[in-house]
Nanobody, 115 residues
Framework: QVQLVESGGGLVQAGGSLRLSCSAS????????MGWYRQGPGKRRDMVAR???????NYADSVKGRFTISRDNAKNTVYLQMDSLKPEDTVVYYC?????????WGQGTRVTVSS
């Protein structure tokens, strides 16, 4: 089964930027949609951004214009560029892929935005 490893989280001031990376243990070229989700304490895990194999993207309303998802099939990696970060973006971010109806998740990477 595919393994996903996120990296790039950390502490940043409001208005700053971070780039998250999600490295897959196998080729992502044939994987359709890959995405980033986030989850705060006691809350459900919500979609932040998704990208298909053709490069089509969609975003949660709360991050439109600030976050950009991309994929590099040659590196088996999906990225999330986060700009103009806000304190309310402070949560754990998870990489996701669905293969044959099975959801695969990474271990998560924490993002903290200070005001």
């Amino acid at each position: 089964q595919v393994q996903l490893v996120e990296s790039g989280g950390g502490l940043v001031q409001a208005g700053g930027s971070l780039r998250l990376s999600c490295s897959a243990s196998e080729s992502i070229a044939s994987m359709d949609a890959m995405g980033w989700y986030r989850q705060g304490p006691g809350k459900r895990r919500d979609m932040v951004a998704r990208i298909t194999s053709s490069g089509s993207t969609n975003y949660a309303d709360s991050v439109k214009g600030r976050f950009t998802i991309s994929r590099d099939n040659a590196k088996n990696t999906v990225y999330l560029q986060m700009d103009s970060l806000k304190p309310e973006d402070t949560v754990v971010y998870y990489c996701n892929v669905v293969i044959s109806g099975v959801y695969y998740w990474g271990q998560g990477t924490r993002v903290t935005v200070s005001s």
